[in-house]
């Protein structure tokens, strides 16, 4: 007797496949299939300042404000490039009218008087106005050209008062120092000797003298007398040059 066959196999469909077979299809397929990729757009800079902004966060792309400028005051100066502020440490020179009297040259030391002993005012050196014309050309000429040369205004010598700056009156004190025991032909020696020396050296002479003798009085001390033959004695050289330069200091109408 023959068993009777199923009717699975009479309509041709094959048995399901065991269950340890399907699982093993599936992982097969799943890495076969490809990783979806993903892009990032950033956002653009101005909608997250903005979005920032409106949360309350500082924004990462703050424009920086320009800082102003400070503009430093200017300093008015008279004279020979002395400041005209109330307090300055400047030289003033005290000019009589006539060829009678003196020519004071006085050192005021303004806001430093009474620091470390400073006095408020000290005379440096006093010299007879009828013989000051040629010193006080030689000064002249040398200290507007170098007011010329750092565009400030020149000076020139008043009736009465001139202030000059401190180094300039230093310089000064200098040159009337050297003249005071000269004769009235040895000063244009002096003045062409003194005008030959750099700023620096004037300052070392006058550092020099100031720290034995620097006051009006003081004429008759070591260094003040030494300026004297120091810038009286130019030198064959020096009275050849002053020979043929007779009009370097006439700066004035009147000869002397």
Not at 16 to 25: D, E, F, N, Q
Not at 92 to 113: C, M, Q, R, S
Request: glycine share 8%; hydrophobic share 40%.
């Amino acid at each position: 007797m023959n068993t009777p066959t199923s009717s699975t196999h009479s309509a041709g469909l094959q048995a399901p496949a065991p269950l340890g077979r399907k699982i093993l299809t599936v992982r097969k397929v799943a890495k076969t299939q490809p990783t979806p990729t993903t892009t990032t757009v950033a956002a653009p800079k101005a909608a997250t300042t903005t979005a920032q902004a409106s949360q309350g966060e500082p924004a990462a792309n703050k424009i920086a404000t320009p800082r102003k400028t400070t503009v430093a005051p200017t300093i008015k100066l008279t004279g020979f490039g002395a400041s005209a502020a109330f307090g300055a440490h400047v030289f003033k020179l005290d000019l009589p009218a006539g060829n009678a009297g003196d020519v004071v040259l006085t050192e005021e030391f303004g806001y430093l008087a009474g620091l470390n002993g400073m006095p408020e005012r000290e005379t440096r050196a006093c010299f007879p106005r009828r013989h000051w014309k040629p010193l006080g050309e030689a000064a002249l000429k040398d200290f507007n050209a170098r007011l010329r040369e750092r565009k400030a205004s020149i000076g020139k010598w008043n009736i009465g008062e001139t202030l000059l700056d401190r180094m300039l009156g230093k310089e000064l004190c200098v040159l009337l120092w050297a003249a005071e025991h000269a004769h009235p032909e040895q000063l244009d020696a002096i003045c062409l000797r003194w005008t030959t020396l750099r700023p620096e050296e004037r300052w070392w002479l006058y550092a020099m003298t100031a720290a034995q003798g620097g006051q009006a009085q003081d004429g008759e001390r070591g260094w003040r007398k030494a300026l004297f033959h120091a810038l009286s004695d130019i030198g064959m050289s020096g009275q050849r040059q002053l020979m043929d330069t007779p009009q370097t200091f006439s700066l004035f109408d009147t000869p002397r």
